[in-house]
Every structure is written in structure tokens, then in C-alpha cells.
């Protein structure tokens, strides 16, 4: 069953305004794991990567990829208005580091609640934001599927209780499915969940660092099994903002390659190649004469 991942709104509001002196352009590491995303960790790094909070409440998440551009879901920008609602930089939105307002909000044309498809939009600061904006990955096909993403929010640690909304955590689970605008993921015990709505999913590039890949879009009931993320390469021309291919295309794969439920996957000519050794009858392993991984 899908269910868009959004925190509805506490009702309470909740004053804030910049703290003078404060470095919020550090690339701070992840903190103990005692809170979670669903599964994951504090996080006080990032600093493009805020909460966006309506009428005072804790709403979404939106990355910063242009000095007043911040790119988030769709979904997140439907019903509301710019008036209600402002960005929030730091690791505890309920206590922000920086709060900059609203001035525009824009949904792509053909976002399909139903459906949930098209599912990103950007939001229009009035001001400039303090941090460096992020960039978008340029491109992925089928075989990012097992690239492990960083996923950022300030969503809900519990989907069923829906509590500990409000504070920034990050969590790292792998690609399991590609499709043409979205992508699927799970991992036992981690999710992103309500709140971390329009989000980032992240690539860690060696050269470029983190490049956006995703857009936290829905997931199941409870958080519990999988969640999609709107591609942002697959958008790169509605949101207007620098885009990047990572600079090693084979992702740390090798030309020895490896084995993954039967399926041979390598490097060769820049390109990442899979094979599917069952689909011939076959079976991947190592191959101790060519000294690579093959199908027999």
C-alpha cells in the first residue's frame, strides 16, 4: 500500500531566528547512534539539507541546491502556501541554527497524487540561504541497483508511534529497484519515513562529494518495508540546478567483478556490465584461471 511520507502538522508554533557566529557551513560528522531515521544515526552535517516547517510545525525536508533554491517533493508543496511556511538550517529544527522564509513555491506540472508520480518541486527563498547548495547527479540507470545512498530527514523515528520528528538523522541503504522517474529501497531495520518527505538521497562521490540522486517521495504503511525516491536526474530540466556525473561511472566496481544472487556484475571500458549467469543456466563464481569473476 503506498503512503506519502508526510508529518501532519503538531499545531503548536514554534519562534526561531538565527544564532550570529555560528558555522553552519561545516561538514560535521555523524553523531552517536542513539536517535534514528528508522535505523540510522543524528546527523549534524550538511548544512543545505534543512527542515521545512508550515504554520510553525514540522512538515518536510528540502535540500538547498541553488543560493535561494531549495528542492523537495512535490507532495510537500500541495495544499500549502509560501506565506506558511520557511526553511530551517541546523541539527534540531525546533531550534534552528538559521530560519530563512518562503517566497515561491513550485510543483512539476504533472504531479499525479494518485499515482505519485512526479512527485519534486522547489521552494523560492526570500533571502539567500548560509550554506553552499548541493548538486544533482546527472544520470542512473539499472545498474545503480546495490549502490548504497545516504538518506537525510527530519521525519519520525517510529512510523506507527510517529515521535521523534523534528531533529536531522541519516541513514545508508542500497538502490534495490530503478525505474525510469523513481527508485525502490529497502534494508531490514532502516527506512526514511513521515517527515523526511522531499529529502536527499545521497552519492558519495570521491572527487565531487555528496551529489542529490533522490528525492524521498513514499513508502509502506509504518515505514517498516520500502521506500521510493522521485530521480532527480530524470528532472534535472524543471529544477534548473548544476548536475554532476560521478567521477569514478563504475562506482568502485573492478573489471574482476563479483557475484550478487547470480548475477555477474564488473567494469569494463568505464561502464559498469552485469550478466545474468542463472537466466543461462549458469553459475557465478570465481574464475581461478582468468583470475576474474565469471559464469559457468
Not at 561502464?271 to 543461462?280: F, K, R, S, W
Amino acid at each position: 500500500m503506498k503512503q506519502i511520507m508526510i508529518v501532519l502538522a503538531l499545531g503548536a508554533a514554534f519562534a526561531a531566528c538565527g544564532v550570529a557566529g555560528v558555522d553552519i557551513d561545516a561538514d560535521d560528522q555523524p553523531l552517536a547512534a542513539t536517535d534514528e531515521i528508522i535505523g540510522g544515526v543524528s546527523y549534524s552535517g550538511l548544512p543545505a539539507i534543512g527542515a521545512l516547517f508550515v504554520n510553525g510545525a514540522p512538515y518536510c525536508t528540502g535540500t538547498l541546491v541553488g543560493p535561494r533554491k531549495v528542492l523537495t517533493a512535490a507532495h510537500c508543496v500541495r495544499g500549502v502556501t509560501a506565506a506558511s511556511m520557511e526553511f530551517r538550517i541546523g541539527p534540531n529544527a525546533f531550534q534552528p541554527r538559521y530560519v530563512v522564509g518562503v517566497a515561491k513555491l513550485k510543483a512539476h506540472p504533472h504531479f499525479n497524487p494518485t499515482t505519485i508520480t512526479n512527485d519534486i518541486a522547489y521552494v523560492t527563498l526570500k533571502t539567500d540561504a548560509p550554506a553552499t547548495p548541493m548538486t544533482l547527479l546527472a544520470g542512473m540507470d539499472t545498474t545503480w541497483v546495490g549502490t548504497p545512498l545516504l538518506f537525510v530527514g527530519y521525519g519520525v523515528t517510529n512510523g506507527h508511534t510517529q515521535t521523534g520528528v523534528g531533529k536531522k538523522r541519516a541513514v545508508t541503504i542500497p538502490i534495490t529497484e530503478v525505474g525510469d522517474t523513481q527508485f525502490r529501497y529497502e534494508a531490514p531495520g532502516k527506512n526514511s519515513c513521515n517527515g523526511d518527505s522531499g529529502g536527499p538521497a545521497l552519492f558519495r562521490d570521491p572527487t565531487a562529494g555528496y551529489l542529490i540522486a533522490g528525492v524521498t517521495s513514499y513508502g509502506d504503511v509504518g515505514c517498516t518495508v520500502y521506500g521510493v525516491d522521485t530521480r532527480v536526474d530524470a528532472y534535472v530540466s524543471f529544477v534548473g540546478a548544476a548536475a554532476a556525473g560521478p567521477s569514478d561511472p563504475c562506482r568502485g566496481e573492478t573489471f574482476g567483478g563479483r557475484c550478487k544472487n547470480g548475477t555477474l556484475i564488473w567494469c569494463e571500458n568505464h561502464e559498469v556490465m552485469t550478466l545474468d549467469c542463472n537466466a543461462d543456466g549458469a553459475t557465478c563464481g570465481w574464475d581461478p584461471s582468468g583470475g576474474y569473476y565469471n559464469c559457468f
